[in-house]
């Protein structure tokens, strides 16, 4: 799977948007971008994966760029329940099958 | 997707002692997985637990040191053998309810501290 490079931190003030950046410039065809958050400690959450088109759920947007050398997760407005450790993880599906490699994340802190 | 819990929440054990960590899905699934987050770390994924055959170990972890068995296809037991306090960690399952391709859920995990 491919490597992903994150900021180890960010803040952001409650009620902005949230920009979190991903590069993963050795991305091939079929690898999934995915997205995971973890609340100090409790088990991680998925938010939102994508494979070229930008997606959108009930909890955050995700943007890859045209080349998918790089993707940025949006949460729309932030609260302070959004301060996590955010994961963004490539992952195909040929070998390793099922598996998911977690990098070191971004810590995002939601300030009033 | 489906719900998944986990029994103990945390455990304080005495090293050279074993602990067994169950966990539990709501519905059946196909596959699961046991991974470890040391203090301060991200995860590292210790096995895939395969339904009715031995796990599948990633590199640096051995069955000796962490047993795990996968009776059905909605439970899993994990056990972390002759613990020393290294093996102080959160210990986590997840699930992916169909497909190799589905996505993975996670437990609330099992807080382990050994002294």
């Known amino acids: 799977d491919a490597k992903t490079t994150q900021p180890p931190s960010m803040d952001c003030a409650e009620g902005r948007a949230a920009n979190l950046p991903c590069n993963h410039s050795?991305?091939?065809?079929?690898?999934?971008v995915y997205w995971y958050r973890q609340i100090h400690s409790q088990g991680p959450q998925y938010i939102i994966h994508g494979l070229k088109n930008n997606e959108t759920n009930e909890m955050a947007s995700l943007i890859i760029t045209e080349d998918r050398k790089s993707s940025t997760l949006i949460l729309p407005h932030a609260t302070l329940r959004d301060t996590a450790v955010y994961y963004c993880i490539v992952r195909g599906f040929t070998g390793g099958g099922n598996k998911l490699t977690f990098g070191t994340g971004t810590q995002l802190k939601v300030e009033l | 997707s489906a719900v998944i819990s986990q029994k103990p929440s945390r455990d304080i054990c005495q090293r050279g002692t074993s602990l067994t960590i169950q966990c539990q899905v709501d519905?059946?699934?196909?596959?699961m997985f046991w991974y470890r987050q040391q203090p301060g770390q991200s995860l590292t994924l210790i096995a895939t637990a395969n339904q009715g055959s031995e796990a599948t170990y990633e590199s640096g972890f051995v069955i000796d040191k962490f047993p795990i068995s996968r009776p059905n296809l909605t439970f899993s037991t994990l056990t972390v053998s002759n613990m020393s306090p290294e093996d102080s960690s959160i210990y986590l399952c997840?699930?992916?309810?169909?497909?190799?391709?589905?996505?993975?859920?996670f437990g609330p995990g099992t807080r382990l501290t050994v002294l």
């Open positions: 519905s059946q699934v196909t596959m």
């Open positions: 050795t991305i091939s065809g079929n690898e999934y």
């Open positions: 997840s699930v992916a309810e169909g497909a190799s391709t589905d996505t993975q859920y």
